[in-house]
């Protein structure tokens, strides 16, 4: 496991992809309408993501594991104190994004119990790797689902989101070896700012398949950086995590 005492750290999956992956299209469009303009535009992002993020962790928390009355008040209460540094932009965002979720999508229904959210879990597979995972569900049927929650400006198409296949497979494989937990399915949710919620799921043979993939971009990863396998010093934890939110 990740040992911070002798200072074992690994790289984020996030950071894996982002750094193995085509950045072409990325590339072009920071070109196209400038890098302070882009900076602008992912901050905003990520921190619209914070906050729906948050929301959804407060909300399961106090509706399955506390069993609170008034969930949805509590959760944005709590999510704003935790959230205090973002704009009202970001807040207002992330808030519609939830909302979204909340109110067209079934999801809740077919939640038993919260399994862990918010989750670190890393493997040593190919050289290493680490997140934290959204949400593991026990559904009605009693079987363990991954759940990974996205925010996107409009719906994604299904060959767009090869990256997000690989994160999910990527957590299952690291879930088993942490917690000795492997679920059945993956399951990808997507607010859009458009207004719809979409889901993608992933069936245990495709989450192999899709960590198969994977494992060559953690490959290729540690062979481009070796310096950051396993053993790292303190002042070099750039893009690194073992706790890391990815």
């Not at 619209?48 to 209460?77: D, V, W």
Request: proline share 2%; charged share 30%.
């Amino acid at each position: 496991m990740v040992d911070e005492d002798r200072n074992i750290k690994l790289p984020s999956v996030t950071t894996i992809l982002t750094e193995t992956s085509d950045k072409s299209a990325l590339d072009a469009w920071v070109k196209r309408i400038g890098q302070a303009e882009a900076d602008k535009i992912s901050t905003f992002s990520a921190n619209r993501g914070t906050f729906m993020h948050s929301l959804h962790e407060h909300y399961l928390s106090a509706r399955f594991i506390e069993n609170l009355e008034n969930p949805l008040q509590i959760c944005f209460k709590r999510a704003i104190e935790e959230c205090s540094s973002l704009t009202k932009e970001e807040m207002e965002v992330g808030k519609n994004l939830f909302l979204n979720f909340h109110n067209s999508s079934d999801f809740y229904e077919n939640v038993k119990e919260i399994a862990f959210q918010e989750e670190p879990v890393w493997s040593f597979l190919g050289g290493g790797y680490a997140g934290r995972l959204d949400l593991m569900i026990k559904n009605k049927s009693d079987e363990f689902v991954l759940i990974d929650f996205k925010t996107s400006r409009k719906p994604k198409k299904e060959d767009w989101i090869e990256g997000y296949k690989k994160q999910v497979s990527a957590y299952s494989v690291a879930s088993n070896e942490v917690k000795g937990i492997f679920p059945i399915r993956c399951e990808i949710w997507i607010s859009c700012e458009t207004g719809e919620v979409q889901k993608f799921s992933i069936e245990r043979e495709d989450i192999k398949k899709w960590f198969s993939k994977f494992y060559e971009n953690v490959l290729t990863y540690h062979k481009t950086f070796p310096q950051y396998n396993h053993i790292m010093n303190n002042d070099t934890e750039d893009n690194t995590s073992n706790l890391g939110r990815s």
